[in-house]
């Protein structure tokens, strides 16, 4: 039982580049999401899925799209990468009645 | 949407004393608030949660309080020790958003021997 796995760890990418962060659950939750973490900013929520087959904006989509792929899988996408972009990048997963988050490892990304 | 503010941003304390850190939200329909425990480097975990149905919940020495008219929540750490030392963030949410959590922004918690 994994939890919630995340790839890659690490990531450096020039301005302009394009890339996916994998997110992967073996728990059958309905709910994942996507935060990015800064120095002071806490965690602040990019895009979640409530559900398989929907998804919502959170507080920072700007710059950023999503894909329930199935139930267990839930894709962040960079189309062209800024400096502004560069954070540790968390996918999560809950499920009621709980809700509790479960985080995956965390993703380094660093845009130069 | 739903915003969290959380005070002090960074507490220092000498084991075997109390800490609290206060959080208050604005969307009054919120009725989920959790706390999140996040060591140097790893990923954050749940401590301690509270919903809007109970005043306080206590969990060793761990408590979470809430006070629903003014919209805050606290959390209070009693007796600590160094292993207490990392960031510590409140957040809320309500059921009609899928239970997606807005975080506060943080607090950094050095526990001092």
């Known amino acids: 039982n994994a939890g919630v796995t995340q790839t890659p760890k690490f990531q450096v990418l020039k301005t302009g580049q394009s890339m996916t962060l994998q997110c992967a659950q073996d728990?059958?939750?309905?709910?994942m999401y996507w935060y990015r973490q800064d120095p002071g900013m806490g965690l602040r929520l990019i895009y979640y899925?409530?559900?398989?087959?929907?998804?919502d904006k959170g507080e920072v989509p700007n710059g950023y799209n999503v894909s329930r792929l199935n139930k267990r899988e839930f894709s962040l996408r960079l189309e062209s990468a800024a400096p502004s972009q560069t954070s540790v990048y968390f996918c999560?997963?809950?499920?009621?009645?709980?809700?509790?988050?479960?985080f995956g490892a965390g993703s380094r990304l660093t845009v130069l | 949407g739903e915003n969290v503010e959380q005070h002090p941003s960074t507490l220092s304390v000498q084991e075997g004393d109390s800490a609290v850190i206060k959080c208050t939200y604005s969307?009054?329909?919120?009725?989920?608030f959790p706390w999140y425990k996040q060591e140097l480097g790893k990923r954050p975990q749940l401590i301690i949660d509270?919903?809007?149905?109970?005043g306080e919940k206590k969990d060793q020495r761990i408590a979470v309080t809430l006070n629903k008219t003014a919209k805050h929540f606290s959390l209070h750490i009693t007796e600590t020790q160094p292993e207490d030392s990392a960031v510590y963030f409140c957040?809320?949410?309500?059921?009609?958003?899928?239970?997606?959590?807005?975080f506060g922004k943080g607090t950094s918690l050095l526990v001092t021997p």
């Open positions: 728990m059958n939750h309905n709910s």
């Open positions: 509270i919903r809007s149905n109970v």
């Open positions: 957040a809320a949410s309500r059921q009609n958003s899928g239970y997606a959590l807005n």
């Open positions: 969307d009054s329909a919120s009725n989920y």
């Open positions: 999560a997963s809950s499920e009621k009645p709980s809700n509790v988050l479960t």
């Open positions: 899925s409530a559900s398989e087959g929907t998804t």
